[in-house]
């Protein structure tokens, strides 16, 4: 296929992956919307007033960043999985088979199209937020890039969990007993600062908890971490698992027999 | 000219170690209308996943037009259409969608995409049907969506797997002239079927797979020529009370209206008319009893299971 080609097969595919997720808003952008104003009701209007400041703001404030990534980490990753993992389970995985699309082409159509869905959420959870606190941005950039390498790196994992996975009960088995615990130790709710040492150190095991921070950081402009070795981190993250990604396509895993 | 298809010395074996093809060749000639039978679990359908990429071979060669799909599985894909057995669409996906995305995935512009899509969605007879999500069409209908999706981006060979299983005797006519037509218009077409009056109807040429070898690869008519019997049943215009007399010929009453006759390679339609005029019976009707193509696939499968397997050599292709 020339580059034209490939353009249009790339579109196509992120199209499709759009069309699919805004079909069904009433499964895929509204919950998350309703699960996050009840975050910010329960701990941002009613207990975060008696926890007091942390790291010199509002509970709030300091909870919203969180909030706001860990619905960019669930949707990218969920959106990915699912998507691919209904393919593959109704065969029209088949129809990008047959065609002469690249594999590149084809992971990177769904991984936009998780990335799509992440950041969509995130800007509507972000102005959710707004009903609730006021919402500064210290660094743009940073806010920016980290928000859309973590949409990324987590649409990838999903695109990992859809190759392997056999059944629905595959697709949910990562995010109930991996991504949500690892989100919620990730520094959503809390500073890493108010544990013991040795448990600072367990949570700097947590690639989340850079994530997290580095997006606080770029909107209020505090962090528990150093902000550039998180990027490294996110990017290096990005780079493994695309290739990965690349060779079990390339492989034809539980795709091809 | 190139072959559209060459397939050497074809192998694939199953991670369960299950031999689904030995080692099989094959041309396909550019413009042809060609049959590959089979009983079931043969290799016809591992042969078709290794051409479209489906299923990974163990070794061999495989060139589509030429193009090695070792060097250039891409380039080579361009030229495939294929309609598989099992229905492979999303079932949430409106009909129009799935055919106009299929194009987009062959690096069809949208807006031609949308044209081949309305065309071919018309010629298939599902264009009323086209905003309804898939899932809502009849097996007939689901089909033929799959051959539109096929034909998107007009691909010079059309691979149809099983196209008319469990499709009532009028669409499948109806969907025989539409191939007829693409063939007609250049584009070389394999066909699996387990009807093989379709095979008969259509198909200029034949290979026969078996156990995961070609057993026979010749021209429709020359394997006919190969029936060294046919049984025909005739109707007669008045009530028969025993079997007539017919010199040189078995046959067996059916019911007092009609019988069944044998009728071997060396012997003469024309002289069993004679015999039967003589006698004073009028024949009115008169059909095979089984399709032709049918009793020889029988027996070709039928003494390659008995047989040791070797391979025939393609003779008399048209």
Redesign the interface.
Known sequence: MNPQEQWIAFSTILVKEIRRFTRIWLQTLLPPAITIVLYFVIFGTLIGPRIGKMSGFSYIEFVVPGLIMMSVITNSYSNVVSSFFGTKFQRSVEELLVSPVPNYIILLGYVIGGVCRGLMVGLIVTLLSLFFTDLQVSHIPVTVAIVFLTAVLFALAGFINAVFANSFDDISIIPTFVLTPLTYLGGVFYSINMLPEFWQGVSKANPILYMVNTFRYGLLGITDINVAWAFSMVIGFCVALFIFSLYLLDRGNKLRN | MTPALSIRNLHKV?DSGFVALKGIDLDVQQGDFFALLGPNGAGKS?TI?VI?????KTSGDVSIFGTDIDKD???A??D?G?V?Q??????FEKVFDIVR??G???????KLAEQRAEKYLKKLRLWDKRNQPSRTLSGGMKRRLMIA?ALVHEPKLLILDEPTAGVDIEIRRSMWQFLKEINASGTTIILTTHYLEEAESLCRNVAIIDRGLIVQNTSTKSLLRQLNKEVFILDTQEALAELPHMEGYQGQLIDNHSFEVEVEKHQSINALFASLSLHGVHVVSMRNKTNRLEELFVSLVESHSAAPVVQISQEGKQ
């Open positions: 199953y591992t996943g479209c990429s489906l299923v990974k599985f891409s380039l894909k361009k495939i294929v598989p099992e229905f492979n669409f999303n079932q995305t299929q987009g995935y062959f690096g069809l512009s949208s999706r």
